[in-house]
């Protein structure tokens, strides 16, 4: 189970790194913010199809994979940098990305309710 995690967290913390760009333009995003949507969209998906899976699949992928590829951390880093740059902004970017991150889950269980009702893994 710990080599599970430490896979899938390596994995997903070099994702993060790779993608984690600051979109030009848009000053009340972060630069994490697609990647964080990303991770809960996957989250939501192993939630609704974690009966049908085995559990080190659950902990390569929830716990490792998108424990590393989303970043509570880079967040709170990155509306820190906000304070400096645009107070008026770190609301909006708080609440848009906490919004689009349950909204992400959200469509992610349902699309694993969707397509993967009925089927158990072996």
Do not use: K, Q
Not at 4 to 15: D, E, Q, Y
Not at 35 to 54: D, E, K, P
Not at 94 to 112: M, R, Y
């Amino acid at each position: 189970m710990f080599l599970a995690v430490f896979v899938g967290g390596a994995a997903g913390s070099l994702l993060r790194e790779a993608f984690s760009l600051e979109i030009p333009g848009v000053p009340f995003l972060t630069a994490t913010f697609g990647i964080n949507v990303a991770a809960c969209l996957v989250l939501g998906w192993l939630y609704s199809v974690r009966h049908r899976v085995h559990a080190h699949v659950l902990h390569l992928g929830a716990v490792g994979f998108c424990g590393g590829l989303s970043t509570f951390s880079s967040f709170v880093a990155e509306l820190e940098v906000m304070v400096d740059t645009n107070i008026w902004a770190v609301p909006a970017a708080a609440s848009l990305e906490i919004l689009f991150g349950l909204a992400a889950a959200i469509l992610g269980e349902a699309i694993g309710r969707r397509f993967h009702s009925g089927r158990r893994a072996e």
